[in-house]
């Protein structure tokens, strides 16, 4: 896993950073490498980009960088996709079944899915509101002011109000990606990152927004010295914490499922279908 942070300064720019193609492709002379050591044919290779690539301008540049690297042609997928990818991703490996509907929640850099359904997803919605984008737009300070808060926790708030998903109709409320295991990780008082401690387990909604309000009135480097923190999360983790909590709030519900199987989980299951 390398955290490239394609989306950095993308919403003040309109465009991917040179510093962040240099970052994406480093990473990706990696898993080249690995393909080719593994004699991974090039039919089972599926590249998918998300809210950086559909939202930058100098997208193609990004895109050709991939096809000269991996022989194969990204895919740039629509909101909706990286949604319908990020449930099954979500829900497929959970060993207990949610009580129904569940909303999946998958915060990204640049976007954040909100995905109600049951067996499968039923209604969807990207909103492009993300770690990054949040932090990069509202949170200047170190720690943040109480102004940037309410104005950040505002813009995120806005978003819900015209998200088409609900998240008061769901039962179960099901977060995935690094915020929110970062987030659980703290919760849990982990004395170092483990995903086997994350994965599943079931937060109070008491304790998320306890953390959420722990975090945000940090430094950059009190996080830094959290034995659970990522060094590439804990300058982003304020804003990307504050949606969890907000959608939590909307939610109503009295705990977070936990998953670490995430989008990245669908796209490998899409792969074998």
């Given at each position: 896993?390398?955290?490239?942070?394609?989306?950095?300064?993308?919403?003040?720019?309109?465009?991917?950073?040179?510093?962040?193609?240099?970052?994406?492709?480093?990473?990706?002379?990696?898993?080249?490498?690995?393909?080719?050591?593994?004699?991974v044919p090039v039919d089972r290779v599926r590249f998918c980009a998300t809210s950086a690539s559909r939202d930058a301008s100098n997208a193609a540049d990004f895109v050709?960088?991939?096809?000269?690297?991996?022989?194969?042609?990204?895919?740039?997928?629509?909101?909706?996709?990286?949604?319908?990818?990020?449930?099954?991703?979500?829900?497929?490996?959970?060993?207990?079944?949610?009580?129904?509907?569940?909303?999946?929640?998958?915060?990204?850099?640049?976007?954040?899915?909100?995905?109600?359904?049951?067996?499968?997803?039923?209604?969807?919605?990207?909103?492009?509101?993300?770690?990054?984008?949040?932090?990069?737009?509202?949170?200047?300070?170190?720690?943040?002011?109480?102004?940037?808060?309410?104005?950040?926790?505002?813009?995120?708030?806005?978003?819900?109000?015209?998200?088409?998903?609900?998240?008061?109709?769901?039962?179960?409320?099901?977060?995935?990606?690094?915020?929110?295991?970062?987030?659980?990780?703290?919760?849990?008082?982990?004395?170092?990152?483990?995903?086997?401690?994350?994965?599943?387990?079931?937060?109070?909604?008491?304790?998320?927004?306890?953390?959420?309000?722990?975090?945000?009135?940090?430094?950059?480097?009190?996080?830094?010295?959290?034995?659970?923190?990522?060094?590439?999360?804990?300058?982003?983790?304020?804003?990307?914490?504050?949606?969890?909590?907000?959608?939590?709030?909307?939610?109503?519900?009295?705990?977070?499922?936990?998953?670490?199987?995430?989008?990245?989980?669908?796209?490998?299951?899409?792969?074998?279908?």
């Amino acid at each position: 896993m390398r955290m490239v942070r394609l989306g950095q300064d993308l919403d003040r720019t309109g465009r991917i950073a040179d510093e962040a193609l240099v970052r994406a492709f480093a990473a990706l002379d990696e898993y080249a490498a690995l393909i080719t050591a593994h004699e991974v044919p090039v039919d089972r290779v599926r590249f998918c980009a998300t809210s950086a690539s559909r939202d930058a301008s100098n997208a193609a540049d990004f895109v050709a960088g991939v096809r000269a690297r991996l022989g194969v042609e990204p895919e740039v997928i629509a909101g909706a996709e990286e949604a319908a990818l990020a449930f099954d991703g979500a829900v497929r490996n959970l060993r207990v079944p949610p009580q129904e509907p569940v909303l999946v929640v998958d915060i990204g850099g640049g976007s954040t899915e909100l995905i109600l359904g049951s067996s499968a997803p039923e209604t969807a919605h990207s909103m492009d509101i993300g770690s990054v984008r949040l932090h990069e737009r509202h949170l200047h300070s170190d720690p943040p002011t109480a102004a940037e808060v309410a104005a950040c926790v505002a813009d995120i708030d806005a978003h819900l109000d015209a998200c088409p998903v609900a998240p008061g109709d769901a039962a179960t409320v099901v977060g995935v990606a690094g915020t929110v295991t970062t987030v659980a990780a703290g919760v849990l008082d982990l004395a170092a990152y483990d995903r086997t401690d994350t994965d599943q387990a079931v937060l109070a909604a008491d304790d998320v927004h306890a953390l959420v309000d722990r975090l945000v009135a940090m430094t950059v480097a009190e996080r830094l010295e959290l034995p659970w923190m990522h060094p590439g999360r804990a300058d982003v983790i304020d804003a990307g914490a504050l949606i969890l909590s907000r959608v939590l709030r909307r939610a109503g519900v009295p705990s977070l499922l936990v998953s670490e199987s995430d989008i990245l989980d669908g796209i490998a299951w899409s792969i074998g279908r």
